[in-house]
């Protein structure tokens, strides 16, 4: 049976932690807050510790994990070098979301990296990680902590959800803050560039890298086996169908309420997710809305939670408004897309 373990941020009981990083230490697994999304961890250097974490989720073994450390010199054991552009990123943005890929040394097991030669590795920026690492004296490799086909979580009460039961600890926080998983930057080729696009976004990476590309993958549904290889699952696939509208804003609205109408008088449960901005031209179907797109933090937050909402209700489809892929809005695109299957329709 699973511990629930709940923990106040401002005021972190030291000695629960101490007891989880046990758990972790002696080849368990704990679930835990950071400031991206929950995460499943395991000692990253005992195979058998680490294959609990993929049978607790439900996770394709060719999915392979992030390593979390909680001090940028544990990297050295487990990477085969540190270039240049590594110590930049990681000067400017360790702790917090972002992963970075580099060429794995011999101690990383396979299971780790799903055979591949390069080791992804993160630094999380919240205080309970950053304990709970230190305490388990070991570097922790963590998925998001749902159960494989579920959007990541980003409350204990999701976590509680899809683990209970199926690991030993659950460590509950505050909600997470940035509520999008980091992202993936890969510094093993000439010009970094982007797997998966997170917290840290693609401007703030080119305020200290002249150049920085992004995956074809992320954009071309065609390549079957993009770098990042958790690119390829449809991993946020809601129970409903999801279709985006995207183009001017009085013209998404208004699509969108034709469509709401249809879709009604034949009978269907219609949700819609909308923003602060256009919220009040809907007046049928569930409707919720992410934020002000003048705040794509909150909107970033906010729409996992919003995701798995909606797949306690009985909606058969959902109808989204695009956000504006700038910024913070690529992360938020690049899930709602995959959440959608793609379907993206332009008015
Ligand atoms: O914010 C996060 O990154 C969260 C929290 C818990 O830290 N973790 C997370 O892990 O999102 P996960 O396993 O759900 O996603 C890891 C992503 C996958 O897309 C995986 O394919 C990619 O990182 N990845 C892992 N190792 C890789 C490698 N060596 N090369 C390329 N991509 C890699
Ligand atoms: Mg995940």
């Not at 629930?4 to 000695?15: A, G, K, S, V, Y």
């Not at 199926?166 to 505050?174: C, L, N, P, S, T």
Request: net charge negative; glycine share 8%; proline share 6%.
């Amino acid at each position: 049976d699973t511990k629930i373990i709940d923990i106040d941020c401002n005021n972190i009981d030291e000695e629960k932690i101490s007891f989880c990083g046990s758990i972790l230490n002696r080849g368990g697994t704990v679930a835990f807050p950071t400031e991206t999304v929950y995460g499943l961890g395991a000692n990253a250097l005992d195979e058998k510790a680490v294959k609990k974490i993929y049978e607790a989720k439900g996770r394709p073994s060719d999915n392979p994990l992030i390593i979390h450390i909680s001090n940028i010199k544990d990297i050295e054991p487990l990477v085969w070098e540190i270039p240049e552009a590594a110590n930049r990123a990681m000067k400017s943005f360790w702790p917090g979301p972002l992963t970075l890929i580099f060429k794995k040394s011999k101690i990383v097991p396979d299971i780790i990296t799903a055979g591949l030669d390069t080791v992804a590795i993160r630094y999380p920026r919240h205080p309970i990680a950053e304990m709970l690492i230190k305490k388990a004296k070991v570097p922790i490799a963590a998925p998001s902590a749902n159960l494989s086909g579920k959007p990541s979580p980003t409350k204990g009460s999701h976590v509680i959800q899809d683990l209970m039961g199926r690991v030993d600890a659950i460590v509950v926080g505050e909600d997470c803050n940035v509520g999008l998983e980091s992202t993936v930057l890969d510094l093993t080729v000439d010009i970094p560039t982007i797997l998966r696009p997170g917290g840290i976004t693609k401007e703030m990476l080119e305020e200290i890298f002249d150049r920085v590309e992004v995956d074809p993958a992320l954009k071309d549904q065609s390549i079957l086996t993009p770098k990042s290889p958790g690119m390829k699952y449809t991993h946020y696939a809601p129970k409903a169908d999801i279709v985006i509208y995207e183009g001017e804003e009085s013209r998404v609205v208004n699509r969108i309420g034709e469509k709401v109408d249809e879709l009604i008088a034949n009978g269907k449960s219609v949700g819609i997710i909308c923003t602060n901005e256009t919220r009040n031209f809907y007046s049928v179907g569930l409707i919720k809305s992410v934020g002000s797109r003048k705040d794509m933090k909150t909107i970033a937050s906010r729409l996992f939670g919003i995701l798995r909402d909606f797949d306690d209700t009985d909606v058969d489809i959902i109808l989204a408004e695009a956000i504006e892929e700038v910024e913070l809005g690529q992360a938020i695109m690049n899930r709602l897309s995959k959440a959608s299957g793609y379907r993206i329709k332009k008015v």
